[in-house]
């Protein structure tokens, strides 16, 4: 399977280069995709980000070597990439639950982290889902870049804080007084980064079309707000139930773990949607670009 060889090739590359000053753009790079993409897809499917597994992969050799030579904590600090013993020793704690000094005791239990072996697993059961074609459109939207990093990371509430404070600051209100209907339907629209670039673009915001207010429209992007053009696309159209924005993370791990080993479509660096709709019978809708 292509997503499986990308990333077992990227989990390779990384375990080469251990104990170098990567990051994950320049994993990205030597399997081709942005930073923001192969973060999102490497998250969602592995279970945790680049970070997470070049630190644990760091401490765990280091653990080792810590009792199995007469490394000092002050050499091995230096060697798996802290700046000072002091921050190699509190992250060695958190990790193994022992300082570094205490690890060079025999007797002493440590932590092992193995290399990850990326093997695409292919559970039984049901995922609905639906293929749609979408037109060339336009959105009004309020946006803000965010850091790849927090993509994937189901502990980081970035983006359902900025949903707060855009309730908070009256953008919906805003967006409301755009639109010629009381049919209310609002979307989260994530733009992939452009290349090298360590952030991506989210906002909130609605369609334009025949309902559209012309008049307020121009002021609103007068005012910060602004206008998102697309690109005809096939979309897979994923339901996400729940209460709130955990089930949209668990159903992106569902589309890289399930969806894309199955059908042979994969993400395509468009523009994705979460789409919510007035007495909708789930929390959102999650349209997501997709290609053979």
Known sequence: MELTKLLQDAVNYIEAHLNENISYEDVARQVYMSGYSFHRTFSLTAGMTVCEY?????????ASEL???????????????YETPESFSKAFSRFHGVTPKQAKQKGCQLRMFSPLAIKIKLEGGTMNYRMEKRPAEKFLMYAQHFPNEIVGDGYDSTLSDYWDSCIENGVFKQLERVRTTEKWEVYGICTPSEE???????????????????????????????????????????????????????MWSRFYREFVPQTGYRQTEAPDFEFYREGGDCFCELWIPVKK
């Open 54 to 62: 070049v630190r644990s992969r760091r401490l765990s050799l280091a």
């Open 196 to 250: 090298n670039s360590p952030m991506f673009e989210y906002g909130i915001g609605v369609a334009i079309d025949d309902n559209t207010d012309g008049e307020i429209l121009d002021k609103l992007c007068a005012e910060g707000f602004r206008i998102l053009e697309t690109a005809p696309s096939e979309c897979v159209v994923l339901k996400c139930f729940g209460e709130d924005g955990h089930c949209i993370n668990d």
């Open 67 to 81: 009792q199995t030579t007469d490394i000092s904590v002050i050499d091995a600090a230096l060697k798996y990439g």
